[in-house]
């Protein structure tokens, strides 16, 4: 008898060895622990997909500090009762396939109750399927590609693409027009060359601002297509520069902007270039990017919003100088609407795969005031946050020039 | 008009960078039948070696004085690139040098993924493009509507320039004849008092020369650099070699001349643009190679006794 109880208490002993190394894993990323709350029922994650390594990697690294920081707070604040959250950031170095990858490992770990990315719609176009499989919320920062959510006629006849499927942005049947508006009213520029890499984002992004474009009275002169990796432009330059464009818009990403925007400028085109979100990052300007160059980006600018002051001092703090990004603030909401729905989620009982259709139900009713203003979702899981901002690079930074809604 | 020339410009310009580490790949060649795919990443290397000597060895008053600024940086990525050449040869190619051919090009492509790993992983945020120094002229020459960059002119005085005094070397100098009769018979070369070590290490750091100067050019003309240039432009400098008929220093040059032009006229001309230039350059190559199979100006394949 006595010999059996010091043999299962060995056994008990090696199960919480195995179980605090798993938990111990598990924090990798996650930071403090809350410290005074309970803990007792275990782990769960949040995952995060987003390129950490790469040319994008400014992008995905402010997307998943943010996401962390939102963590460690609801850790702190005992947001989640019973359980301490962890954060299991994956790297998707902006590919797909690499994407499919992080995806599925986060969708065979049984803890994993939401994922927070990605930052390319190519990407989450191959992540959404898998994480719908094990019906994994997932809530983007950044994805502005409407068929995401609406479908591919995601203008004449929207339909619910994946009832797993969030996002905390506005989307580019909204971001497109509301550049095009910008480039031919307020900046009178009437003849306009797209160039773009052929990607979902940049090939939708470019789509939709052309229709506004020649709407508006403008006129489409040129379009072009770059490859992700090109880095010499003469051709294509040569190419536009010939149909005398009065700006350039790129759909795609700061990688090939920068330089793009450079060699325009050697090559005699001294005109604009106007991107979307994808090339609203200090690292644009690093690579080559002019005075006077353009950007939209989602939300209003995250330094003037009085409800960021709070997430932009809590992250200066735990993350020091290093930037948030164009979508820290949206990663921080993303996160919390997942940690809000999981808290609302267990409040009739603990975690368990069953779950799952609970959590997803509880996503798609958050309702929150987070770090970029309200955070609520649509019947298509769009963000009912519609804002956008025009920046434009002056003095060798970006400087916000107008921020709005799309009217028409 | 103007567009033609411009493009005719644009392609000149490109096919002066793809010449210079063309060359590199034909000299090898020619010396041990050996397609050196890690040769791309010589010129990456370099490349990265004159940012670091900028950066880090610069004095901050002399970043300043492109004059003195922009020879170093030369200076600097030549070095490097040498450097990483002959410790290439002696430690992966060497011991291989009587080995069937398979294993040397396999060994070529296993160095190639560990220099660009190991610069991603060593050198500070080269995860992403790194900006190049602005030490180069600026601005353009203008002629009418067509637009010359001055490092672009730069680029293509060098390529030639460096191309003649090589070709010059080989035919004349007595290691060029050295080099020569290593090409045609390494035994006989050996029997007439030819050392072939010195002579393929010799000619791996002429290619390192020549790889180490496009490295540097590449960073001024395109304004950025990033740890895959060397596997893109490396395969047109291959692509060039094989067109111009590998083992001919004239023949990688006038290819990689080519490669360049069609690249931007293809893209202004032919149907799909841009997105398909490079589908016409190995077009053109297919077609070159199903005619003669040596390319423009390679010998016929000889036996060897």
């Known amino acids: 008898m006595r010999k059996h109880s010091v043999k299962s208490a060995a056994i008990v002993g090696a199960a919480l060895l195995v179980l605090a190394a798993c938990s111990s894993n598990k924090t990798e990323g996650g930071g403090n622990n809350g410290g005074s709350c309970d803990t007792s029922k275990g782990t769960l994650t949040v995952g995060v997909v987003a390129p950490l390594s790469g040319n994008l990697s400014a992008l995905g690294i402010g997307i998943k ?6 963590v460690d707070e609801a850790n702190k604040k005992c947001t989640v009762k019973g359980y301490k959250l962890a954060v299991s950031a994956q790297d998707d170095e902006a590919n797909p396939a690499k994407g499919a990858q992080a995806a599925t490992k986060l969708s065979t770990d049984p803890t994993v109750v939401g994922v927070v990315g990605t930052l390319n719609s190519s990407v989450a176009q191959t992540v959404q399927p898998i994480l719908k499989e094990k019906k994994i919320p997932q809530v983007s920062p950044a994805n502005t590609n409407p068929t995401l959510t609406r479908g591919n006629d995601f203008l004449t006849a929207p339909k619910r693409a994946f009832e797993n499927y969030f996002r905390v942005c506005t989307t580019d049947d909204l971001q497109g027009p509301y550049a095009a508006n910008y480039l031919v009213e307020k ?10 890499d052929g990607k979902t984002y940049g090939e939708g992004l470019a789509a939709e601002l052309s229709k506004q474009v020649t709407k508006k009275g403008g006129q489409i002169v040129g379009s072009e297509k770059v490859g992700e990796k090109d880095t010499d432009f003469s051709g294509v330059i040569a190419k536009i520069k010939a149909t005398n464009p009065e700006a350039v818009y790129y759909g795609g990403e700061y990688p090939v902007a920068g330089p793009l925007s450079k060699q325009m400028k050697d090559a005699g085109l001294n005109v604009p270039l106007m991107g979307g979100d994808g090339i609203f990052d200090g690292k644009f300007i690093e690579l080559g990017g002019k005075e006077g160059d353009l950007a939209t980006s989602v939300g209003a600018p995250t330094e003037s919003l009085a409800t960021a002051k709070a997430f932009v001092d809590a992250y200066k703090a735990k993350f020091g100088k290093e930037d948030y990004a164009a979508y820290g603030a949206f990663s921080y909401d993303a996160a919390n609407a997942l940690i809000g729905a999981l808290a609302a989620t267990l409040s009739s009982g603990d975690w368990s795969d069953s779950k799952r259709d609970e959590m ?11 770090a970029t203003g309200e955070v609520k979702f649509d019947q298509y899981g769009d963000s009912t946050n519609k804002v956008l901002t025009v920046y434009s690079v002056t003095s060798g930074k970006w400087k916000d020039v107008e921020t709005g809604t799309f009217t028409g | 008009m103007s567009v033609l020339l411009q493009q005719l410009v644009n392609g000149v310009m490109q096919g002066a960078l793809i010449a210079l580490i063309a060359l590199g790949y034909t000299m090898v060649y020619g010396i041990i039948q050996l397609i050196n795919f890690a040769h791309g990443e010589v010129f990456m290397v370099a490349s990265y070696g004159g ?3 900028y950066t880090w060895l610069l004095p901050e008053d002399l970043k300043k004085v492109p004059y003195v600024a922009l020879p170093l940086m030369f200076v600097g990525g030549i070095i490097v690139a040498v450097i990483v050449a002959v410790i290439m040869e002696r430690f992966a190619y060497r011991p291989l040098r009587n080995a069937p051919r398979l294993a040397p090009l396999i060994t070529a492509l296993g160095v190639s993924v560990f220099l660009q790993e190991f610069v991603r992983n060593v050198y500070p945020n080269a995860t992403s493009n790194l900006p190049y120094p602005k030490v180069f002229p600026e601005g353009a020459l203008q002629l009418g509507d067509v637009n010359i960059s001055w490092t672009g002119l730069l680029l293509v005085l060098l390529s030639v320039g460096l191309a003649v005094v090589l070709q010059t070397y080989i035919n004349q100098s007595r290691m060029g004849r050295a080099m020569r009769a290593t ?3 390494p035994d006989t070369a050996k029997l007439m008092g030819v050392d072939p070590d010195r002579v393929i290490v010799l000619t791996f750091i002429f290619g390192a020369v020549l ?17 895959d240039m060397g596997f893109q432009t490396g395969i047109f400098a291959f692509t060039a070699a094989v067109l111009g008929g590998v083992g001919s220093i004239r023949g990688a040059v006038i290819g990689a001349f080519i490669i360049g032009l069609i690249k931007t006229l293809a893209g202004q001309y032919m149907p799909g643009g841009t997105q398909y230039d490079y589908v016409w350059i190995f077009v053109v190559l297919i077609l070159v190679l199903v005619f003669r199979p040596q390319g423009l100006f390679g010998e016929p394949e000889r036996v060897r006794a």
Do not use: C, P, R
Not at chain 1, 187 to 196: H, M
Not at chain 2, 214 to 225: D, E, H, M, P, V
């Open chain 1, 65 to 70: 500090q943010s996401a962390e920081l939102a």
């Open chain 1, 187 to 196: 900046a009178g520029k009437k003849k306009i060359a797209i160039i773009t």
């Open chain 1, 360 to 370: 997803l139900t509880n996503v798609g009713k958050y309702s929150g005031s987070g």
């Open chain 2, 51 to 53: 940012l670091a000597t």
């Open chain 2, 183 to 185: 090409a045609q018979d």
């Open chain 2, 211 to 227: 790889a180490g100067v496009a490295g540097i050019l590449y960073g001024g003309y395109l304004s950025n650099i990033n740890i």
